[in-house]
């Protein structure tokens, strides 16, 4: 690999770690802020881009997951896998939900 690509893809990891503080930093700022007060059109609009985003940012996390599960990232704690390391970390379980 060339130090040109290695430079890019580095920006590039440390930029998905920078969105992550970003993005919370935002959610915060709008924690306080009434959806109530949106009109009907402005509400549809953001529902459909809130969706839209919650797909990126759900195909970035799994894109995360799986490059930290090939570096067994879990083994810091001794966690059985990944998977496990992150259910922990989020306090969240990794089991599947099944519908009842």
């Known amino acids: 690999m060339s130090e040109t690509t290695d430079a890019t893809d580095e920006a590039a990891m440390r930029g998905i ?12 700022g709008l924690g306080d802020v009434p959806a ?5 059109d402005e509400q549809r609009a953001a ?4 969706a839209q985003a919650e797909a990126r940012v759900t195909a970035l996390r799994l894109r995360v997951l799986g490059a930290g599960d090939a ?3 879990g083994k810091v704690d ?3 896998s ?3 390391w992150v259910a922990h970390s ?11």
């Not at 770690?17 to 915060?28: G, M, N, P, Q, T």
């Not at 109530?36 to 009907?40: C, D, G, I, P």
């Not at 529902?47 to 809130?50: I, N, S």
Request: glycine fraction near 2%; hydrophobic fraction near 35%; charge should be positive.
């Open 82 to 84: 990944t998977g496990a």
């Open 47 to 50: 529902l459909v881009r809130l």
């Open 17 to 28: 770690s920078r969105f992550a503080e970003r993005l919370h930093a935002v959610l915060d």
């Open 71 to 73: 570096n067994d990232i």
């Open 36 to 40: 109530w007060s949106m009109t009907a």
């Open 90 to 100: 989020t306090r969240q379980t990794d089991r599947p939900h099944t519908p009842t």
């Open 78 to 80: 001794a966690s059985p």
